[in-house]
């Protein structure tokens, strides 16, 4: 029981550690349409989000992805 009782405190206080070092991102695609209303990729456009400061190109399939930056979820 003690053994458990410890397993169950050590996991408590490293599994928040763990979640918080995930990588967080976005992505997405980029299309515009045309004359006839279809969808046409988006090649090599610049995509940022205001404040994160790291912007990405758009690929050949028109997909982006930028790296958010650590938010602490008590802040203001």
Known sequence: MRRYLTLCML????????LLAQERSLRGKV???GEHG????AVNITV???GSGNPSNTNSQGE??????DISPFAV
């Open 38 to 41: 279809e969808k046409i990729l």
């Open 11 to 18: 996991l408590c206080l490293l599994l928040p550690g763990f």
């Open 31 to 33: 299309v515009r349409l």
């Open 64 to 69: 982006f992805r930028i790296f958010l930056n």
């Open 48 to 50: 940022a989000l205001e």
